[in-house]
């Protein structure tokens, strides 16, 4: 019985001097939102790539459904994806282009109005997608994806170039996906845009995972044992706290987040300091500090970051 | 591959260049061979020389307009970038370039025959009545030259499409495709020793191809007509072959 | 307060003023970065190189027959039937030309009577039977009327005279030739006096009679004609010998040979003559040498670079559109048409340099391995071949000019390429039709772009010379930079509609 979903194992892939992958493994479960979030030039894409069968691999193997892409027959009805939202023919219109892939796959041509009406496209459909913005072309692209109504979907940075709107729209949308039971493997450098979105992490680095963890694990371990104090005086609250052996980090212009002693005790060292504050809370922390923090502790990482200042 | 050939048809038939260019093929043929055909002085007795040839001439013109459509065909995708989508579309990179292969044959036999037919019509009516030596295409060696000149279209297509995979960029692909169509026919006009310009006419893909026009004096040609069709059928074959395995074996 | 204000306005003015090098200093540098754009140059440099060897090794003529080579040093046709005796120092030779009659071949083996515009029949004083020597003649002709002709290239004409019979008499004084014509053999009209050196004391004299090939349909066809002489009277003090009679140059390359079922001949009784003989005594043209190389054959390889420049010129344009860096650009100098000028400026001057080395090395290079292999090439002055090489890097250039423009057109690189390709080069393709008529093949090589391949022409017609003076045999109708000039226009044409489509659209 073949496996559900995607199975990266050991990818490694050269470009010249460059090693673009390095061991890459991971896998995407059905039902899931997985954030595939990494530094831009970590990796991402040329494992998407890897995934479709467009580039091919010095060692280790990406499965579909536990077939590599290139052995499937009618793949969009296997994976959907989205790499390049301005990969289009610019004298050709929307609904034509949908047309293509559809035929391509054996799909009537009234799918390719199904998706577009799915992605709210219909009024652009039949105009030349050259005239199209980013954002219009990111939905024609999530069309294509969903044309074949595949079970796995993948799509590359595809909040890029949307507007507020778009980017609370492609949110809804992807849950909507994995609640039908879809796989979706989403990337982005951003993580705020994977907020409330993402339910599974695979963060890479130079090639190869670093943590691949579920989202809800994460933030509790990051927001773990802190505690949000605003106050209009961070420096006085903050000698007050350390003083007594806490660790601060300050969030935000009134904000501070304090580890290593209790709320209680926070709130009697800033009494008895006269300190003024308005709020003690349990710390929640955002995905990109779980990110962070997350990031920090790996190596591999850090190591890409510069630590000299250039001259 | 019924459905690659499917999308490919679609792709084709929904952008408005391949019908331009189609249409261009025909016009240009067709005006080309009609212009050549009303300014050459002929007399009853006959216009000095192959007139099936020069009935047709037209296609030295109307090739390098069946070659941007067969160049755009692969390179307008990887200029978008969509030949990746196509290729998740149809992982099989066989499939889809020989999907690519036969809209291009297949797009190029029709016009190639409304250009040919077109052409011998032209002159048909502009040449003088010569009698038994007038054009028709019930005469053997005419049949052979008009059919022979559809199937060299095709073949300039396919090598086109061939180098055209094989180079990616339009540019560079069409100023390959014209240079080695035409350069050699003018350079062997300049070389002096016959035995070196018989056999660049005989090794290049536009001087060897269109020997299948040629009705008279068949003895003097460098090479014969179907054999000579066949010499740009093998660059025809061994572009399509390089683009191919290139395709395969290249990232996308 | 007011001095950064007077130092950022004068900073402006130093802007604006060089506003326009700063346009070309970046259009230099967007050329030189593109690594592909400069192999590019580099190859249409080698590639005029490459075919220059390749024309060079091609021609195999080694052994073949020396060219005649005139005194003046250019090749000649130096073959026609020579009816001669020597003559001692100075003297005078008169006789009464009664008919010249040719025939032109028909068929294989086929004759019909005809008329040769340049058949020649009269008395020439010449140094011996040697090919390319020096001579002077005075003849009359199938349709030309009496001429004076001598080494080769000089011709002045004499009376016209629709009668039967003409007289001519020939004089040496020394150098100095003197040609005479006369109706009736009494009244002498001087037709010119011909200083010709190297005649030696004993110079051979007498009869004889030419008939170039006649010339049509794109070829040529040798041709026979036949005078009757008489009257023949010698200089006192003859010495009287027998005549002798022969064809000279029979084995030269320059001549065409009888036709099939001809030969030349002489007969003699009394005064009275009648010639046969084939050839022409004239500068030799393409037609008359062709397996003689030009300077144009060697620089064949412009058609290739010429190919590979048209690429370059649009895709410097159109690689803007494509990856829209055109917007960056117009941004950086909103003035659209002066960075099309600059653009054109740049790539006009690269393709320059580029067309120039590869001239000025595939020259010399080809014409010293086609002569190594025995082939002639037509002679041409330095001054010429400077000209055929700074040309063929003109026509290179603006021809990449011509690509750029229609490019901005287009916004299109194969459109631009294929239109560019085809309006300059299948010209050649078309005039090469064997049965395409002069006119048309002529009209064909003066409005087309391909104009400019006029360039390259080295060759020199000659008036007293029939020939296929075509393009496709290496003469233009236009003059040399006048063919330039035509490529030039269409440049300017479109790099005109090029500015303003480019002002009007939105980038």
């Known amino acids: 019985m073949s496996a559900p979903g995607i199975i990266v194992a050991g990818l490694r892939k050269r470009f010249g001097t460059t090693l673009a992958l390095d061991g890459m493994s ?27 069968g467009l580039d091919a691999v010095d060692e280790g193997t990406a499965l579909i459904d536990g077939r590599p ?11 959907g994806s989205l790499l390049d939202a301005a990969a289009l023919h610019p004298g050709r219109s929307a609904r034509n282009h949908l047309l293509w892939l559809a035929h391509s796959q054996g799909l009537p041509g009234r799918r390719a109005d199904q998706v577009i009406e799915e992605v709210g496209l219909s009024s652009a459909a039949r105009r030349k997608a050259g005239g199209y913005s980013l954002g219009m072309r990111q939905r024609l692209g999530i069309a294509a994806a969903l044309l074949g109504d595949p079970p796995i979907i993948m799509l590359d940075e595809p909040f890029n170039g949307m507007d507020p709107e778009g980017i609370v729209w492609m949110r809804g949308f992807l849950r909507s996906l994995a609640a039908q039971g879809r796989a979706v493997l989403v990337s982005s450098h951003l993580m705020s845009e994977l907020q409330d979105t993402a339910d599974q992490l695979v963060a890479v680095g130079r090639g190869k995972v670093i943590a691949d963890t579920s989202v809800t694990g994460l933030i509790e371990a990051a927001s773990r044992n802190r505690v949000a104090v605003r106050t209009t005086v961070p420096a006085g609250a903050t000698t007050a706290l350390v003083r007594a052996g806490a660790t601060v980090a300050a969030v935000g212009r009134d904000t501070i987040t304090v580890s290593g002693i209790g709320p209680d005790r926070i709130v009697t060292l800033l009494n008895d300091s006269t300190v003024p504050f308005s709020e003690v809370s349990a710390h929640h922390a955002t995905l990109e500090e779980a990110y962070l923090e997350l990031t920090r502790n790996a190596v591999e990482f850090r190591a890409e970051t510069p630590t000299e200042v250039p001259r | 591959m019924r459905l690659a050939l499917h999308a490919e048809w679609t ?4 952008v408005a260049s391949p019908l331009w260019l189609l249409l261009g093929t025909v016009a240009a043929t067709v005006a080309l061979s009609a212009g050549a055909t009303s300014v050459v002085s002929c007399t009853s007795s006959g216009c000095g020389g192959d007139t099936t040839k020069l009935t047709l001439i037209g296609v030295d013109l109307g090739q390098a307009l069946v070659a941007i459509l067969a160049v755009l065909v692969i390179s307008s995708e990887y200029n978008s970038g969509m030949i990746r989508t196509s290729l998740t579309a ?16 297949g797009v190029v036999a029709v016009a190639g025959t409304v250009a040919v037919l077109g052409s011998v019509l032209a002159g048909r009516l502009i040449l003088p009545d010569l009698g038994d030596q007038a054009l028709s295409l019930d005469d053997g060696p005419t049949l052979r030259a008009a059919s022979g000149t559809v199937l060299y279209l095709i073949l300039i297509g396919l090598l086109s499409l061939g180098i055209a995979t094989a180079v990616r960029d339009s540019a560079t692909s069409i100023g390959g495709v014209l240079g080695l169509l035409y350069i050699v026919p003018i350079i062997s006009q300049t070389i002096s020793d016959p035995d070196w310009q018989h056999l660049l006419e005989k090794i290049a893909p536009m001087s060897a191809g269109l020997a299948i026009q040629t009705t008279t004096n068949l003895g003097s040609l ?17 572009a399509l072959l390089a683009g191919g395995l290139l395709l395969r074996m290249r990232d996308s | 307060m007011t001095s950064p204000s007077t130092t950022s306005h004068r900073l402006s003015q130093r802007v604006q003023r060089d506003g326009f090098f700063q346009l070309l200093h970046a259009e230099w540098s967007k050329f030189r970065t593109v690594a592909g754009w400069v192999i590019g140059m580099t190859a249409a440099a080698l590639t005029m190189v490459l075919f220059a060897l390749l024309a060079g090794i091609s021609g195999n003529q080694k052994g073949s027959p020396s060219v005649p080579i005139g005194p003046s040093g250019g090749p000649v046709t130096d073959s026609f039937y020579f009816v001669h005796q020597p003559l001692a120092g100075d003297g005078s030779i008169t006789v009464s030309v009664s008919a010249l009659n040719s025939s032109i071949p028909e068929g294989p083996g086929e004759l019909r009577p005809g008329t040769v515009p340049w058949a020649k029949a009269g008395l020439i004083i010449k140094k011996g039977t040697d090919q390319g020597s020096p001579y002077a003649a005075i003849m009359v002709t199938g349709s030309h009327g009496v001429r004076m002709q001598h080494n080769y290239v000089h011709d002045t004409a004499g009376p016209v005279s629709a009668a039967a019979a003409r007289w001519l008499r020939l004089d040496r004084s020394g150098d100095a030739i003197t040609g005479y014509a006369s109706t009736d053999g009494t009244n002498w009209t001087k037709v010119a006096t011909a200083r010709v050196s190297g005649l030696g004391s004993t110079a051979q004299i007498g009869l004889f009679v030419a008939s170039p090939p006649a010339v049509g349909g794109g070829g040529t066809a040798g041709t026979v004609s036949t005078a009757t002489f008489g009257d023949l009277r010698t200089p006192e003090g003859w010495a009287g010998g027998d005549w002798t009679g022969g064809q000279v140059g029979a084995k030269s390359p320059t001549f065409a040979g009888y036709p099939e079922n001809a030969s030349g001949s002489f007969t003699a009784s009394d005064a009275r003559f009648t010639v046969t003989g084939a050839g022409d005594i004239a500068p030799a043209v393409r037609d008359s040498l062709p397996t003689g190389g030009q300077l144009r054959d060697i620089l064949t390889g412009t058609f290739a670079a010429l190919i590979v420049v048209i690429v370059v010129g649009a895709l410097f344009i159109t690689e803007e559109y494509r990856n829209k860096m055109i917007h960056l650009t117009l941004a950086a100098s909103p003035r659209r048409s002066l960075v099309l000028v600059a653009k054109a400026i740049v790539l006009w001057a690269v393709t320059f340099v580029a067309g120039l080395v590869g001239a000025i090395l595939a020259t010399p290079l080809g014409e010293r391995l086609a002569r190594g292999n025995g082939v002639y090439i037509f002679p041409v002055p330095s001054s010429t071949e400077l000209r055929v090489e700074l040309g063929t890097a003109a026509l290179l250039a603006t021809a ?17 390429v294929t239109t560019v390709v085809v309006a300059i080069v299948l010209p050649y393709i078309l005039i090469a039709i064997p049965f395409m008529p002069a006119a048309v093949s002529k009209g064909v090589a003066t409005v087309t772009p391909g104009a400019a391949f006029a360039v390259q022409q080295t060759l020199v017609p000659y008036d007293q010379v029939a020939s296929n003076y075509t393009p496709y045999y290496g003469y233009y109708p236009l003059a040399p930079w006048a063919g330039v000039a035509v490529l030039a226009g269409y440049a300017l044409a479109s790099l005109a509609v090029a500015a303003v489509v480019l002002s009007r659209r939105d980038a």
Do not use: E
């Open chain 3, 400 to 416: 990449s000019v011509l690509a750029l423009a229609v490019g901005a057109i287009f916004r299109h690189s194969a459109g631009a």
């Open chain 2, 222 to 238: 460098p090479i014969s007509p179907w054999a000579g069709l066949g010499v740009t059928a093998g660059w025809a074959a061994a």
């Open chain 2, 11 to 14: 792709k084709i038939r929904t």
């Open chain 1, 69 to 79: 892409y290139r052995r499937l027959r009618r793949p969009l009805t296997h994976v």
């Open chain 2, 90 to 105: 149809v992982p099989r990179r066989t499939t889809l370039f020989a999907a690519k292969a036969i809209t291009v044959t």
């Open chain 1, 26 to 52: 991971f896998a995407v479960h059905p039902g899931l939102v997985t954030g595939f979030v990494g530094p831009n030039g970590a990796g991402k894409s040329t494992t998407m790539r890897v995934v479709l």
